[in-house]
C-alpha cells in the first residue's frame, strides 16, 4: 500500500521556499499591477447612466487580478511561516504581505468611494446589466459598506496606521509564541507539541504539562496583555470615528448575519447545556474524578486510545467521504497524493491548523500537526471540507469566491461529521463504540462550551477596554468567569491564560473569531441530514450550496438551500436534538458498561 508523505509540497506554487527568485518575481508583479490598477480607478468616472459598464467592468476585472494574485502570494507566506515559525525571511515577507494588503485596500476603498456616488435608480440599473449582475450582490454589499464609514481620505489614514500599528501587533503575538517553549520532562515542547500532549490519554501528562503550560503563559502575560489591549483599543478607536458603537457590528457585518439570529442560536444552546453538564459528569467517572479540570475535557476516556496511521487516517477519510460525495472523495485523495498537507510532527511549527488557498494556481494547503489521534483524524477532515468548498468554487469570479467564515465552517463541519459519525457506527466493540461517541461528542462541548466561553470573554473585554487598558489579572478574571459561565461550573479547574494562549483571540483579519465556528457546527448539521437522507442525490445540492456562500447572506441562503428561518428558534432546537442524541446514546451505554463490570 502507497504511502502518503505528511510534508507539503511547497515548491509546486513558488520553487526555494522563502528565497525563491520567482516567489520575488511574482511580488515585483503584484505591486506592478497594483500601481496599474491604482491608475485606472483614479481616472475612473462613475457611470451617469445604465449604458456606461464598460470602464466599470475595466476596473472590476483588473480589481479581481490583483486580488488572485495578492491572495496567492498571502497564501503562499502563510504557509512558510507556519511551517517554521523561526524562518526569519518568511517574517519579512510578512511584512511586505501586510504593505500590499494596505495597498489594495486604500485602492478598493477609493473605488468604492466611487460606486457611492452613482444615483441608485442609475446604480440599480446598472447591476442587472448583463457584464455586471454576475457581480451585483458582492458590488451592492461593498457600496452599502462604504456608506457606513468615513471619508477615502480618512480610511486610506486607517489603512496605512493598521500596517505598523493594528497588523503589527498581531505580528509580534506570532513572533512571541514562535520563540516560546514548554518544559516537559526533559524535552523543550513548541506550543503545538504541547497543546497536543494536553488530550493526551495520560492524566498525569496532561496535568504537568498544562502547569507547566501556564508558568509559560504566565511569564509572558503582561507582553501578551499589551498586544491585546492594543489590537483591542484600534479597533475600538476605529469604530469610534466610524459611529460604531457595538462591537459587533464588524464580525456579524462581515458574517453576513444578524444580531437576532446570533441571539437565537446562543439561547437554544443555553438551553440545551443541561445535556452536556451530565456528560461531563459522566465523563469525570470514567478519568476518576470527581470533577474534570480543564485541561480533562479533551482527553481520551480510558487507558486505551485508538490511533491510526497517517496513511491509514487518510484512507479512511476518503473512505467516508465516498459514501456521501464521490467527487469530494476524488478530491481529497488528490490532496493526499499531491502532497498538499503538511501534518508531520516536529518542532518549530506554530500550533492549530488551517486550510489556505491558492486562486491563481487553483490549489489549497492544509496545515497541522498529525500524532494520530481521532482528534487529529477529525481535524485533518475539518480541513479538507475548506479545502473542497474552495475547489468547487474555482471557476468563479474572484469577488464571488469571498464566503464569510461562518459559512466556511459549515462545509469543514460536515466533512468532519461524516468522519466522526462514521467511526461510532462501524465500531463493533462496546468500549470502543463509547470511546468514539465521546471524541464525537467532545465537539459538541467544544463548539457549545468552550467556544461560547471565548465570545462571552471578548464581549465583556470589549466593553470594558472602551474605558481604558484591562489589566494582565482583570483578563484573567473575565476569561474564567467566561469558562464558568459556558461550562456552567461544571470543572473543577479552569485556563485563566486562555486568553494568551489562544491565536483566535490575536487574529487581526476579523474580531470575534469565535461564533462562526458554532454557527457552521449546527448550520451544518441540517446539511448533514439532508444528505445522510438523499445519499449522492445530494452531492450536486451541496456544491450549489457551497458555491452560493459567497454572492448570499447566512439567512437567504439557509432559506433557499434548507428551507429553514434562522432567526427563529425551530432549526437551531432541531440541530441541538440531533446532537443531545449523542449525549443520550453515551450515558446510556455508560451505565450498560459499568453494571457489566460490577
Not at 518568511?90 to 494588503?101: C, I, N, P, Y
Not at 488530550?199 to 509559560?216: G, H, I, M, Y
Not at 464569510?404 to 462514521?422: G, H, K, L, P, R
Request: with cysteine; proline share 3%; aromatic share 12%.
Amino acid at each position: 500500500m502507497k504511502e502518503y508523505r505528511q510534508q507539503w509540497d511547497l515548491d509546486a506554487i513558488f520553487p526555494g521556499g522563502s528565497n525563491s527568485v520567482e516567489l520575488r518575481t511574482y511580488v515585483a508583479n503584484i505591486e506592478l499591477r497594483l500601481s496599474e490598477l491604482h491608475q485606472y480607478v483614479q481616472n475612473f468616472v462613475f457611470p451617469k447612466i445604465p449604458e456606461q459598464t464598460k470602464e466599470l467592468r475595466e476596473v472590476i476585472d483588473h480589481a479581481q487580478e490583483a486580488a488572485k494574485r495578492l491572495k496567492e502570494f498571502s497564501a503562499f507566506i502563510s504557509c512558510l511561516s507556519a511551517q517554521n515559525v523561526k524562518d526569519k525571511q518568511a517574517q519579512m515577507w510578512v511584512s511586505k504581505r501586510t504593505e500590499l494588503s494596505a495597498k489594495y485596500n486604500n485602492i478598493q476603498t477609493e473605488f468604492d468611494q466611487k460606486l457611492v456616488q452613482i444615483d441608485s435608480p442609475t446604480w440599480k440599473a446598472l447591476m442587472v446589466e448583463p457584464e455586471l449582475s454576475e457581480l451585483a450582490f458582492v458590488l451592492d454589499e461593498r457600496r452599502e459598506k462604504a456608506k457606513d464609514k468615513l471619508d477615502l481620505e480618512q480610511e486610506t489614514i486607517i489603512n496605512n496606521l493598521a500596517v505598523d500599528g493594528y497588523h503589527g501587533w498581531g505580528q509580534l503575538y506570532d513572533t512571541l509564541v514562535g520563540r516560546m517553549y514548554i518544559p516537559y520532562k526533559d524535552e523543550k515542547l513548541s506550543v503545538g507539541q504541547a497543546a497536543n500532549k494536553l488530550s493526551d490519554s495520560d492524566r498525569t501528562v496532561r496535568k504537568e504539562v498544562f502547569n507547566n503550560w501556564q508558568l509559560a503563559w504566565q511569564e509572558e502575560s503582561d507582553v501578551f496583555t499589551e498586544t491585546l489591549n492594543h489590537l483591542a483599543g484600534f479597533r475600538l478607536q476605529t469604530y469610534k470615528h466610524r459611529g460604531w458603537d457595538n462591537p459587533l457590528k464588524e464580525p456579524l457585518s462581515y458574517n453576513r448575519m444578524s444580531e437576532k439570529i446570533l441571539k437565537a442560536m446562543w439561547d437554544t444552546i443555553t438551553k440545551y447545556k443541561s445535556y452536556y453538564t451530565k456528560f461531563l459528569k459522566e465523563k469525570a467517572e470514567w478519568i476518576g474524578v470527581d470533577k474534570l479540570s480543564i485541561y480533562d475535557v479533551d482527553a481520551p476516556i480510558g487507558n486505551v486510545e485508538r490511533k491510526m496511521e497517517y496513511t491509514e487516517g487518510a484512507r479512511f477519510i476518503v473512505e467516508q467521504f465516498e459514501r456521501f460525495s464521490p467527487l469530494m472523495a476524488s478530491f481529497a485523495r488528490k490532496a493526499f497524493e499531491k502532497r498538499w498537507i503538511e501534518a508531520e510532527d516536529r518542532p518549530g511549527k506554530r500550533p492549530g491548523g488551517f486550510c489556505t488557498s491558492f486562486p491563481h494556481s487553483k490549489e489549497t494547503r492544509i496545515f497541522m500537526t498529525y500524532s494520530g489521534t481521532l482528534s487529529n483524524i477529525a481535524t485533518l477532515a475539518h480541513e479538507l471540507g475548506h479545502a473542497y468548498h474552495q475547489h468547487v468554487m474555482n471557476d468563479l469570479p474572484i469577488y464571488n469566491q469571498s464566503y464569510a467564515m461562518n459559512v466556511a465552517e459549515t462545509a469543514s463541519t460536515f466533512a468532519e461529521m461524516i468522519v466522526a459519525d462514521a467511526a461510532v457506527k462501524s465500531a463493533a466493540d462496546p468500549k470502543e463504540k463509547l470511546l468514539l461517541l465521546e471524541d464525537k461528542i467532545q465537539r459538541s462541548v467544544a463548539f457549545f462550551m468552550n467556544i461560547h466561553s471565548r465570545y462571552l470573554f471578548e464581549i465583556r473585554f470589549y466593553n470594558e477596554r472602551k474605558a481604558g487598558k484591562v489589566s494582565t489579572e482583570r483578563l484573567n478574571e473575565l476569561m474564567v468567569e467566561a469558562q464558568e459561565e459556558a461550562y456552567q461550573d461544571s470543572l473543577s479547574e479552569y485556563d485563566p491564560t486562555f486568553w494568551a494562549s489562544k491565536l483566535h483571540f490575536h487574529i487581526t483579519g476579523v474580531p470575534f473569531y469565535n461564533f462562526p465556528y458554532t454557527f457552521g457546527y449546527l448550520f451544518s448539521l441540517g446539511i448533514y441530514a439532508k444528505a445522510a437522507k438523499e445519499g449522492h442525490a445530494f452531492e450536486k445540492k451541496y456544491i450549489a450550496l457551497l458555491q452560493d456562500t459567497g454572492v448570499m447572506n447566512v439567512e437567504d441562503l439557509a432559506k433557499k438551500h434548507l428551507g429553514v428561518d434562522l432567526e427563529g428558534t425551530e432549526f437551531w432546537e432541531e440541530a441541538l436534538k440531533l446532537c443531545t442524541a449523542d449525549v443520550e446514546e453515551f450515558i446510556e451505554l455508560s451505565s450498560t458498561l459499568k453494571q457489566r463490570s460490577e
